[in-house]
């Protein structure tokens, strides 16, 4: 009998201690349920795996109500730029992402902002330089000067396309040409989709000029003005979160020796320099305007 006893004691304290767990992870959940995934784009565009992989895993837990997008970068390569705009613009469809434009958004980093549900950007913010550019060096004098020969072996006449050591061919021109035009008619067609703007009125600042933010907001190149907190309210109300909103900052990659040595923004910076091959088609501010 004190047996059965212990053993319907038992029974119970399992079944209420079940009862007290559901309830606590639910408590936990509403806790939760008030939080912002925030997201910082930084630096030259150069890959877009570490940021893909942040919003798609922000877009698919629960208790993330909207996502904000931090940006600070000039710009960078094409296909990074493209494929996270893409990913942004999936997530609009079933949360809203704000995205705040620190000192500068521009080229391929405005490409990334105009697909956000709500742009918010500084009044000196700059911004705009829409716009593909693409650099090949002319070393055919020095190499002269030094003696320095080279000899291209290739199964195609545009194989050596952007040769440093002679000048470029006026069919190479052209096939360039037509290649930043099409580049560029996607930059023109996506920021218009997004920004809900005839594609035309786009095309008409998207000449490379820079813009800062203030005039912007007249070009309807963005939402409002503002600060990171004003973005994070904004985020907040879009989101339906009452009360103060919990900041969920992205996971960072992890320190580098050369972040420890130089720290992260110089080491940054040296990472950009190194990349920066001047033989791709980028969406980016150029280097001497920066």
């Known amino acids: 009998m004190k047996m059965r006893g212990c053993l319907i004691t038992l029974v ?6 079940g009862v007290a767990v559901f309830l606590m992870s639910d408590f936990e959940f509403s806790l939760k349920n008030n939080r912002v995934g925030v997201i910082e784009i930084k630096g030259t565009i150069t890959s877009s795996m570490d940021t893909l992989k942040q919003i798609k895993e922000f877009r698919k837990d629960a208790s993330i109500r909207a996502l904000l997008v931090r940006i600070d970068s000039p ?3 094409v296909g990074p730029s493209q494929e996270i705009y893409r990913e942004i613009r999936r997530t609009v469809e079933t949360k809203p992402v704000v995205v705040s434009m620190g000192g500068v958004a521009a080229s391929g980093g405005y490409y990334i902002a105009s697909a956000g549900s709500y742009v918010i950007a500084n009044p000196g913010t700059i911004t705009g330089s829409i716009g593909v550019i693409i ?9 002269d000067k030094i003696g320095y020969q080279m000899t291209a072996v ?3 006449k545009f194989k050596d396309i952007g040769n440093p050591a002679r000048e470029m061919t006026p069919e190479e021109k052209e096939l360039l040409q037509n290649t930043i035009n099409e580049t560029y ?9 997004a920004r809900n703007l ?5 095309r008409q600042v998207a000449d490379g000029r820079i813009i800062m933010g ?11 003005l503002g600060n990171f907190e004003d973005a994070v309210d904004k985020a907040a109300e879009l989101g339906k979160i009452e009360g103060e909103p ?12 050369l972040d420890l040595v130089l720290g992260s923004d110089t080491s940054d910076r040296l990472r950009d320099i190194v990349y920066d091959s001047s033989a791709l088609i980028r969406y980016q501010l150029p280097d001497f305007i920066r």
């Open 75 to 77: 710009g960078g390569s």
């Open 185 to 193: 008619s996607q930059f023109v067609r996506d920021v218009a989709k």
């Open 198 to 202: 005839p594609e035309q009125g786009v």
């Open 214 to 224: 203030e005039k912007a907001l007249d070009l309807k190149l963005i939402d409002d």
């Open 12 to 17: 119970v304290l399992v079944v209420l201690a």
């Open 154 to 156: 290739k199964s195609g």
């Open 246 to 257: 919990d900041l969920v900052f992205a996971k960072k990659k992890k320190f580098s020796l």
């Open 135 to 143: 650099y090949f060096p002319n070393l055919r004098e020095l190499f």
